[in-house]
């Protein structure tokens, strides 16, 4: 059977309600929330401050440090807490995806730190977390250049879905389930970030990139319009 | 960021002089936020501020071999994770003593006190029993996490239902609740963490609090039966207390234990059947 209707009622090219808020960790010096439907990601934010152990530090600028990870009962079956093979790569994706919007040259020697916590898992935390962390960088008043936005589109079959769950990741029928996570800087238009896992024709490519695009400018109006909302503390 | 000397003497002194930075009275908490459910794939789950300290907690359980001395008696787990996201005082890697000791001494108040009847989450006697993970996160640490995270745990069992268990293939089905309630007593624990700080005795530390703190006691009670019990005790810090002292908070966590309970209980109550 074709896939011919999403799960949850969705056109192909709608995405979930999203949800955006700055200050969640006050405590930090700067934090975010961000949430594609029941996806809720949190990031906060430390530093710039002096990088430990000193051998990591880069005499020539500053060092952007992500991690990401999801709490134990964020998904179905409990995940082990603490840190996971996937977790760690993901970590290092993010950490690829945020750090060319940021401006912290002059920083010698200073990390930093982005923690992302996954509360709720429905497919795309990685998107929702790579958008609350960039976030939470605003907030914090970490120099940056632009923002960045990430959404994750899916081949369903051969469908274009944007802002796949986990039902639509899981499909097996027909050519199956890809999931592409995207990443687009805000002015630029640059990617930074691209992953895929299926497969997908090329001339599909180009269409998913050109839809994620778009849907990353809604993203993108979300940020800004939270960040504007922001009053001075 | 380490709190300064001088603003833990200027504590001290505020303390001794019967005041705290927030205008608190000694034994006052701060506002206490208790939002049950708030997860959707934890079996049970609660988020549980005291003013900015935030706490979320998650019950999620799993089939397990009983412990050879209690073949009819499902067995829980609790552990607490400080997240960096939370402090810049935590970092990341396997539990610390810290982490370590708050999960445990929430893990036994809620043991001691009976709250789940563990003989009820058998499966097959010797074989097969449900396990009861407890998982505390802190998402923001303005001091006495401890406090926060043994109130959302609670919270948390209250709201938990058992997941679906498939006979045949003799695993659980995840993501499908049974609509089955976990079988708990009506021996709610509440856990109190007094600090001493010079010559006072305060509770529901701030973080700068907490830091010019010298020693605590913590102390978990019940309505038991008939009367109050004190389920669990903790003291934890290198400055001894004397026992006019321990009795002292003893005999003050028993009128806290009374005068919050209703109100909390309630507020538990309340705020589960708005999510109904």
């Not at chain 1, 879905?161 to 990443?183: H, N, R």
């Not at chain 2, 989450?121 to 993970?133: A, D, N, P």
């Amino acid at each position: 059977m074709a896939f011919t209707k999403r799960p949850d009622g969705r056109k192909f090219d709608e995405m979930r309600e999203m949800k955006a808020k700055v200050g969640v960790v006050p405590r930090a010096d700067g934090s975010a929330l961000f949430a594609f439907g029941d996806t809720i990601a949190i990031a906060s934010v430390y530093g710039p401050k002096p990088l430990h152990p000193q051998h990591l530090q880069d005499p020539e600028k500053g060092v952007l440090r992500v991690n990401y990870d999801m709490i134990s009962f964020s998904v179905n079956e409990r995940k082990r807490p603490g840190p996971s093979r996937r977790g760690q790569e993901i970590s290092k994706v993010t950490e690829w995806a945020l750090a060319p919007a940021l401006k912290i040259d002059n920083f010698q020697n200073t990390v930093v730190d982005v923690h992302i916590v996954i509360l709720q898992a429905n497919a795309s935390t990685r998107c929702a977390g790579i958008n609350a962390a960039a976030l939470a960088l605003a907030h914090a008043g970490v120099p940056m250049k632009e923002l960045v936005s990430a959404v994750s589109i899916g081949k369903v079959d051969d469908k274009i879905v944007i802002d796949l769950i986990k039902e639509e990741e899981d499909y097996k029928e027909g050519e199956g389930s890809t999931d592409i996570p995207l990443a687009f800087l805000s002015e630029s238009g640059k990617i930074t970030l691209l992953q895929l896992d299926g497969k997908a024709q090329t001339k599909k490519l180009k269409e998913i990139i050109e839809a994620g695009k778009k849907a990353c400018e809604k993203v993108y109006e979300l940020q800004k319009k939270t960040l504007k909302e922001v009053k001075g503390e | 960021m380490d709190v300064p000397n001088l603003t833990k003497k200027r504590i001290k002194d505020y303390l001794e002089a019967g005041k705290r930075f927030d205008g608190r009275k000694l034994l006052d908490h701060r506002n206490i936020e208790i939002e049950p459910c708030v997860s959707n794939n934890a079996e049970g789950s609660a988020r549980v501020k005291m003013g900015d300290t935030e706490v979320i907690a998650g019950v999620k359980m799993g089939l397990g071999e009983p412990y050879p001395d209690h073949e009819d008696e499902g067995t829980m787990m609790t552990t607490m994770e400080l997240l960096p996201l939370s402090s810049e005082n935590f970092e990341y890697g396997p539990p610390r003593i810290n982490a370590i000791e708050t999960a445990r001494i929430i893990d036994r108040g809620i043991r001691e006190s009976g709250l789940i009847d563990f003989k009820k989450l058998c499966v097959k006697k010797g074989e097969k029993v449900w396990t009861v993970f407890i998982d505390l996160y802190s998402i923001n640490d303005d001091g006495n996490l401890l406090d926060a995270g043994a109130l959302a745990a609670i919270t948390a069992l209250l709201n938990a239902k058992i997941p679906k268990y498939d006979e045949k293939q003799e695993k659980v089905v995840f993501g499908e609740l049974t609509t089955k309630k976990l079988p708990l007593t009506k021996d709610i624990p509440i856990t109190f963490t007094f600090h001493k700080i010079g010559k006072a005795i305060i509770l529901d530390p701030s973080r700068e609090e907490e830091e010019a703190s010298d020693t605590r006691l913590s102390i978990a009670l019940s309505h038991g039966k008939k009367e109050i019990m004190v389920n669990a005790m903790q003291k934890g810090g290198e400055v001894p207390f004397s026992q006019e002292e321990i009795i002292k908070i003893i005999d003050a966590a028993e009128k806290k234990y009374k005068e919050i309970e209703k109100e909390l209980f309630d507020k538990i109550e309340k705020n589960l059947k708005a999510k109904k």
